[in-house]
């Protein structure tokens, strides 16, 4: 099984429709991130999580909220979607297990969305 | 702001051939820095990481760091067409976070 899963992996919406993303894993790490990317602007830094009580934004955070419902659990919300938000999010997990470097990050597969 | 540079490609090599991808970094006090792959459509999968200056092998990949020029690359030897892919340089922003690159594009041809 994969160690950070996404759902749903394909979402289509309509322009102002709140929707959830979620992202879980079994790694036990205590870090989780949210990042989208789009073409040729690379991924970039929605929100980040270091504890269930640590919520921290990225560069472009506007527009999203974030939930860390627990440590295994990191979900992102659009509020009210506009077509701008069309992107591929994916959801990324570090720790400090032994054996790993605590700023290795891994990724979910990805959530494509599509706002109309 | 901190920045990491990359040329987007495509780079486009023989099958057989070495292909080195560079990444430049703005943010001197970097200490960690990461290659990842990440095949179209597909998530990020982490190649190689590395943190002091010199080269660093695995397999057919090697990372070369100078932090003195702010430049890291990733050499791939015997490149494949299954290498063909988009890389990813990321360097460690502080606070546990992690700035990418927008990625080079390389084209493996047989």
Not at chain 2, 4 to 25: D, H, K, M, R, W
């Amino acid at each position: 099984d994969a160690d950070v899963t996404q759902t749903p992996r394909n979402r289509i919406t309509k322009t102002g429709k709140r929707i959830m993303l979620e992202c879980s894993q079994t790694k036990g790490h205590d870090r989780m991130y949210w990042y989208r990317q789009d073409p040729g602007l690379g991924l970039r830094l929605i929100y980040y999580s270091f504890d269930v009580k640590d919520i921290n934004k990225g560069e472009i955070s506007d527009g999203y909220s974030v939930s860390r419902q627990a440590q295994a659990k990191f979900s992102l919300s659009l509020e009210s979607a506009i077509p701008n938000q069309t992107a591929l999010y994916f959801c990324a997990t570090s720790g400090n297990l032994a054996g790993e470097f605590e700023e290795t990050q891994y990724f979910g597969p990805g959530t494509r969305l599509l706002v109309l | 702001q901190k920045e990491v540079e990359q040329n987007s490609g495509p780079l486009s090599v023989p099958e057989g051939a070495i292909a080195s991808l560079n990444c430049t970094y703005s943010d001197r006090v970097s200490q960690s820095f990461f290659w990842y792959r990440q095949y179209s459509g597909k998530s990020p999968e982490l190649i190689m990481s590395i943190y002091s200056n010199g080269d660093k092998e695995d397999g057919r990949f090697t990372a070369q760091l100078n932090k003195a020029s702010q430049y890291v690359s990733l050499l791939i030897r015997d490149s494949q067409p299954s290498d063909s892919a988009t890389y990813l340089c990321a360097v460690s922003g502080g606070y546990n976070k992690l700035i990418f690159g927008a990625g080079t594009r390389l084209a493996v041809h047989p």
